[in-house]
């Protein structure tokens, strides 16, 4: 329904790497602006794809072309996870589709292989509750620590001053644009105008909240926590 937040994620099948490099990644943050529209992302698909077109070239769907609003996101090496709103009707799974299926077919046929590249069809979470709502942007954002420290969430994070910098400085995710560090070749994928209406934060504030989450260790109650 128009107006309502979802949680989007699916994992690589058999936990396996869905990015193998810079390239990849870039081409599935792309995916997320390209292929938000409700027009066919085929067209989209084959210019990405032939490497010869910049960003300003490709162009991104008119906000009135758009079937979602991307909040929020983060990409890790065998799964992402995609905050949205859906504007037009069916636009989540239309999106989700678009998302997971062109990913897949520009990675099968950039590795000469074929199949199934995700674990079943892709998650699609209603966020309808406050504690869930709250807790999301977080969690989306703070995954990216599995990679500066593994199993942070259970043993807390040892350096704050490090893990603080990490986020700050990793590329594949909306946390630099929400917080006003610029992330400027992604910048349009997100609505972070949205995201900051909706959370009735500032990129400043939400910076400060980041760190306390960090800093008390928020992240280790199970409040609201999305299971992946």
Not at 134 to 144: Q, R
Not at 169 to 179: H, K, M
């Amino acid at each position: 329904m128009k107006g309502d937040l979802y949680h989007i994620f699916n994992r690589g099948v058999e936990k396996r790497k869905i990015c193998l490099d810079n390239k990849d990644r870039i081409r599935f943050v792309h995916n997320l602006g390209d292929f938000n529209s409700i027009h066919n992302a085929e067209q989209s698909y084959f210019r990405r794809r032939a490497d010869k077109y910049s960003l300003t070239d490709v162009g991104r769907p008119s906000g009135q072309d758009k079937i979602v609003d991307v909040i929020c996101w983060a990409l890790m090496p065998n799964h992402p996870h995609i905050m949205v709103m859906e504007r037009k009707k069916e636009g989540i799974s239309n999106f989700s589709k678009k998302i997971f299926g062109g990913y897949t077919k520009y990675f099968n046929e950039r590795n000469n292989r074929s199949g199934v590249l995700f674990q079943g069809r892709s998650k699609k979470v209603l966020v309808n509750k406050d504690a869930q709502l709250l807790y999301l942007p977080f969690y989306i954002h703070l995954n990216p620590l599995d990679l500066f420290q593994p199993k942070w969430k259970e043993k807390g994070i040892k350096d704050t001053k490090g893990a603080i910098k990490f986020l700050e400085e990793y590329r594949w995710s909306n946390y630099r644009d929400i917080i006003g560090k610029g992330n400027s070749e992604f910048a349009d994928v997100s609505n972070r105008e949205l995201f900051l209406k909706i959370f009735h934060t500032s990129g400043e504030e939400y910076k400060k909240e980041m760190e306390e989450w960090i800093k008390n260790e928020r992240y280790l109650t199970d409040v609201g926590r999305p299971s992946i």
